[in-house]
């Protein structure tokens, strides 16, 4: 009788033991695969990002009924690399390759194409100069249109380098950078130029040269960008292959320029008509180069990695 009072106990003992050795086991299962997440990239790894900067300036916008927040532009985006001559895309694609876990391929490609359309009134002139109905407004004042167009692309390719093995990484590389672009402004004036009035009343008095008002300034062409690109910045792994990065870049680039064209009108007093003429501003083969951290405020982009 004690020998099966003994068996019960035993198997008792054994039954109560299994639920708690399978538990033990299941929290050891979900250690090791918290243990497992990887957060940094790692050898064969592909990435691709974006630039986060207009998303902040979407969101910006968004919550304070504002349609043109620039703390963005002025403050930690910095100023667009080649800034001053040519005018980036708004937003870009960058992709990454891991070669190994510190060393990787990286690439940047953006198009460009921006049409911009600027009204502005302007005293009517035949109606300052005639009699008038002073109850007409709309007869005081006209309209000028200027409208710009840009349209190219960049793209940029290069090694990057990466030191840390935890969620805040430091990233360094240098990209061979490609770029073309082509412009062309227009304008549509209110008041015309007639033997009369030689000189309208124009808004944008920078369109003037002497006594010829410009119609169109235009490249033939595009112009050429060519150059080397330095970056240096940090990637915080905000979750698993997840990352908010930081870059500030230098950079070394030639300009190639295509010819330059303005159409403009004007009165000719030797032939006592109004004329239009095309200049040529400059000539093919223009060559300048361009050095500095020209956006020292720095770029926001966030990377998913597979």
């Known amino acids: 009788m004690k020998r099966y009072l003994k068996s019960i106990a035993l198997a008792a003992a054994c039954g109560l033991a299994m639920p708690l050795c399978l538990c033990a086991q299941e929290q050891g299962d979900v250690t090791a695969t918290k243990a497992a997440k990887v957060y940094v990239p790692e050898q064969g ?15 910006g916008n968004f919550f304070n009924g504002n349609t043109s927040n620039n703390a963005m532009d002025n403050g930690l985006q910095g100023s667009p690399a ?6 980036g895309p708004v937003a870009s694609i960058m992709a990454k390759y891991m070669i190994t876990d510190q060393l990787g391929l ?48 960049s793209i940029n390719i290069g090694p990057e380098w990466r030191v840390g093995k935890r969620r805040v990484q430091g990233v360094f590389g240098v990209d061979a950078m490609v770029a073309f672009q082509n412009t062309k402004t227009s304008y549509a004036w209110g008041n015309a130029l007639t033997d009369v009035n030689q000189h309208p009343t124009s808004s944008w008095q920078d369109a ?28 915080f792994f905000v979750a698993p292959k997840i990352s908010l990065g930081a870059e500030v870049n230098v950079n070394a680039y030639w300009q190639f320029g295509n010819q330059e064209y303005r159409k403009s009108e004007g009165f000719n007093t030797a032939t006592g008509l ?24 720095g770029c926001l982009y966030m990377m998913f990695y597979f």
């Open 45 to 59: 790894d592909f990435a691709i990002g974006f630039d986060v900067t207009p998303v902040l300036r979407y969101v």
């Open 82 to 87: 080649m800034g001053n001559v040519f005018q």
């Open 106 to 153: 990286r690439a940047n490609i953006g198009l460009l194409n921006r049409n911009t359309h600027s009204q502005v009134y302007v005293p009517n002139d035949v109606y300052s100069q005639l009699p008038h109905d002073p109850d007409v407004a709309g007869d005081a004042r006209l309209i000028d249109h200027r409208t710009q167009k840009v349209s190219g692309g």
């Open 208 to 235: 003037w040269q002497g006594n010829y008002r410009t119609l169109e300034h235009y490249n033939d062409g595009h112009n050429v960008y060519a150059g080397l690109l330095g970056h240096v910045g940090i990637e």
């Open 274 to 297: 109004v004329e239009t003429r095309t200049d040529l501003v400059s000539p093919a083969g223009l060559k300048e180069f361009y050095f500095g951290t020209e956006n020292l405020g």
